[in-house]
């Protein structure tokens, strides 16, 4: 099994997504995508581990590439702006964490 995300597993995802659910939007599929991310969330607080975490984690990397396909964007597409932004995120300034743990960029 591939370790990584690859084209065919990302056209795999979003052609099954569109053969399951039709005319799902990216917000609609952003909007899924936030109960999901608030199962994770919960998953998280309650120190859930095994399967069932993976699966939340899944759901929400499912989702999320549905999204952004349904707004357009293809595989290629993906990794060239994550590419971009992770170039923008290495070259920022960033804070200390907050109470909650999440730390901001400065620049």
């Known amino acids: 099994m591939n370790k990584i995300m690859n084209k065919e597993q990302f056209e795999k995802i979003t052609k099954w997504q569109d053969k399951t659910f039709g005319k799902a939007s990216a917000m609609s599929k952003v909007a899924h995508l936030i109960e999901?991310?608030?199962?994770?969330?919960?998953?998280?607080v309650n120190n859930v581990e095994g399967q069932e975490i993976d699966y939340e984690f899944a759901d929400c990397f499912i989702l999320l590439f549905g999204a952004a396909s349904s707004f357009g964007m293809d595989y290629e597409y993906i990794c060239k702006v994550i590419n971009q932004k992770?170039?923008?995120?290495h070259k920022r300034k960033w804070g200390k964490a907050n109470d909650n743990g999440v730390v901001h960029h400065k620049t």
Not at 36 to 44: A, K
Not at 86 to 89: H, L, S, V, Y
């Open 36 to 44: 999901e991310v608030e199962e994770l969330n919960d998953c998280l």
């Open 86 to 89: 992770m170039e923008i995120n």
